[in-house]
T-cell receptor, first 113, second 113 residues
Framework: KAGVTQTPRYLIKTRGQQVTLSCSPISGHRSVSWYQQTPGQGLQFLFEYFSETQRNKGNFPGRFSGRQFSNSRSEMNVSTLELGDSALYLC????????????FGPGTRLTVT | GESVGLHLPTLSVQEGDNSIINCAYSNSASDYFIWYKQESGKGPQFIIDIRSNMDKRQGQRVTVLLNKTVKHLSLQIAATQPGDSAVYFCAETINTGGFKTIFGAGTRLFVKA
């Protein structure tokens, strides 16, 4: 069974631009969560989706948004990029029967210049 | 606010010795506690979890201990091997309809051959 995949793996953007990251969960997993990982702040929860609905949101500004499609694939969008948005963005999926056992993708490394 | 932290940012052990990684958490409402392992260039990998109504759980070479009285979590790795070298994160998960996972800062484990 294929793992969680994220595209693109690396991305360089300029301040003020917007970016969309994609996540394909493990087949059968309906819950998808997004995290931001930086050396200074560690792993921080962005949001969680289940059946196309956002069930939880972390403490990030409204520039960070996401969505989930009917096939459970998810995207997150960051608008008006700031230098501080440079980070590794991780997606994780889980079964609805075992929501706490999350499987992570390799992440998308975003660099904002 | 909610937070999960670690007592030791780095830990160096001799191959074959046992390792103990500690973690403090602050949210009494957390349902599950999870340990993840993250190797360089990869997303976190689920190791073991424990429900809030348990105080010990064992896996293959790993044991997690939960002390709710002092809000302390630990991961014990028996007979540590070079392949165990990684960053270890503790995390607490809160069920709020959906669920939200809060990660600790991480401990880097070095295994000396």
């Amino acid at each position: 069974k294929a793992g969680v995949t994220q595209t693109p793996r690396y991305l360089i953007k300029t301040r003020g631009q917007q970016v969309t990251l994609s996540c394909s969960p493990i087949s059968g997993h309906r819950s998808v969560s997004w995290y931001q990982q930086t050396p200074g702040q560690g792993l921080q929860f962005l949001f969680e989706y289940f059946s196309e609905t956002q069930r939880n949101k972390g403490n990030f500004p409204g520039r960070f948004s996401g969505r989930q499609f009917s096939n459970s694939r998810s995207e997150m969008n960051v608008s008006t990029l700031e230098l501080g948005d440079s980070a590794l963005y991780l997606c994780a999926s889980s079964l609805s029967s075992s929501p706490y056992e999350q499987y992570f993708g390799p992440g998308t490394r975003l660099t904002v210049t | 606010g909610e937070s999960v932290g670690l007592h030791l940012p780095t830990l160096s052990v001799q191959e074959g010795d046992n390792s103990i990684i500690n973690c403090a958490y602050s949210n009494s409402a957390s349902d599950y506690f999870i340990w993840y392992k993250q190797e360089s260039g990869k997303g976190p990998q689920f190791i073991i979890d424990i429900r809030s109504n348990m105080d010990k759980r064992q896996g293959q070479r790993v044991t997690v201990l939960l002390n709710k009285t002092v809000k302390h979590l630990s991961l014990q790795i028996a007979a540590t091997q070079p392949g165990d070298s990684a960053v270890y994160f503790c995390a607490e998960t809160i069920n709020t309809g959906g669920f939200k996972t809060i990660f600790g800062a991480g401990t880097r484990l070095f295994v000396k051959a």
